[in-house]
């Protein structure tokens, strides 16, 4: 990428270290000579930069992660990416807030946040599509489905009215992409200002096969023990220690207050893009 975007009539220089990355892109940024900050790996790369960066800074995505999910709800990929970074769009994204930290896709607690807790804690380097398989096992074997308490306005009432509801897995997404293109939250919109929210009520792996089926076919929205809502604030809390993920990496345990920042990135995409989908 450094050599294509230098035959681009670009300067490109790699960095390893987060700290002298962020001094040389402040310095180019306030000389108005910084086309991006490009984050060479996957979302949680990309996450990391997203939370040191200044708004107005442009973040571009050379993706080689496992799921690089961003970078494919934006029609990113490494063929294209310098051609993006010289002539590509500015998009302004908005992003959550969890206690301080940014995610630009989503956070989730329940199941899927105790694999991923799992995977993190056996981690040693790279991890492929098959370094999730023993953690989901040993997540299916143990996990107890604790109570999850949901508060949060939806945006759609004329006036502020704080709903409460009980729930055993949440999901709130700022673009419409989960792993596995799994489309939990079909219809986020990453410009919108707002954040969609969708619970489960029941615990148990019967209820999540039969939850991944209706996920699957799209009719989860429709069930009775399934809500849905676009919020731009919220908090989660359990009676007991539950981990949640954010963007795919370990955020943390409950209680957690989200709150949206609207236009929080900007971000280099393809052409004429405005909405990521």
């Known amino acids: 990428l450094q050599e294509e975007l230098q035959t681009l009539g ?82 302004r994204l908005d992003a959550g807030e969890v206690n301080g930290r940014l995610f630009l896709l989503m956070f989730s607690c329940g199941l899927d946040a105790d694999v991923v807790q799992r995977l993190h804690a056996r981690r040693r380097g790279h991890i492929s599509h098959w370094s999730y398989l023993r953690p989901i096992l040993a ?34 997404n700022n673009l419409p992409i989960y792993a596995l293109r799994i489309p939990i939250v079909p219809n986020a919109v990453g410009t919108d200002g707002a954040l969609d929210l969708c619970t489960f009520r029941r615990g148990s792996l019967p209820a999540a096969l039969w939850y991944l089926l209706g996920v699957l076919l799209r009719r989860h929205q429709r069930w009775q023990d399934c809500t849905t809502a676009r ?11 539950v981990a949640f993920q954010l963007d795919g990496d370990p955020g943390g345990h409950l209680p957690v207050r989200i709150q949206v920042l609207p236009q929080r990135i900007t971000l280099l995409v393809p052409g004429a893009a405005t909405s990521p989908s």
Request: aromatic fraction near 6%.
């Open 10 to 91: 670009l300067e490109a220089t790699c960095f390893t270290d987060i700290k002298a990355l962020l001094e040389r892109a402040e310095r180019d940024r306030a000389d108005g000579a910084l086309r991006a900050v490009v984050a060479a790996g996957g979302d949680g790369t990309v996450g990391l930069l997203a939370n040191e960066i200044s708004a107005d800074t442009p973040l571009a995505v050379l993706p080689l992660g496992t799921e690089n999910l961003l970078a494919r709800a934006l029609g990113l990929q490494p063929e294209n990416a310098a051609q993006v970074i010289h002539q590509g769009t500015c998009l």
């Open 139 to 172: 997540a299916i074997r143990s996990y107890r489905y604790p109570e999850l308490r949901v508060y949060f306005e939806p945006t759609v009432e004329s006036e502020p009215v704080t709903r409460e509801i009980a729930a055993r897995w949440v999901f709130l």
């Open 231 to 241: 919020v731009k604030t919220i908090r989660v809390e359990s009676d007991q220690p």
